[in-house]
């Protein structure tokens, strides 16, 4: 799932059966960046599930925004959050992901590998000495 909204302190997107609450935003300076980095607290059925600290960072070397996505992986899905452009004063424009059984794509090449190891292992494809 995947959702374009716009945010501001205290609201909440729904995303996936997840709740997103933009709880704040913040200045932070970098080794060679500015970054405005938000918080996000995430929820699901009222219990806490993890807090996102996605950036928009501006590079001082080259004056190029930048974004960083905050992102929690687990075992049945992958969140994802990032910051897009300030829409006003206090609104931010947001993208939210959902992404359910990403991990599950690395245990099917790894099946597909066992396959193929076994296939290699297989005697009846050997060559029979004469």
Known sequence: TEQDV?????????SGGYDFKMVSLKTI???????IQGQFDVTKNGKPVTSLFPEKRIYTASQMPMTEAA???GLTRDLYVSLGEPINDREWSVRIYHKP?????????????????????DRRYRKKEA
Not at 103 to 121: E, K, V, Y
């Open 71 to 73: 992102i929690d992986s």
């Open 101 to 121: 059984f990403i991990d599950w794509i690395w245990g099917g090449c790894f099946l597909m590998a066992l396959g193929g190891f076994l296939a290699i292992t």
């Open 6 to 14: 716009r945010m501001q302190i205290g609201s909440v997107s729904q």
């Open 29 to 35: 300076n970098g080794p060679n960046y500015a970054a």
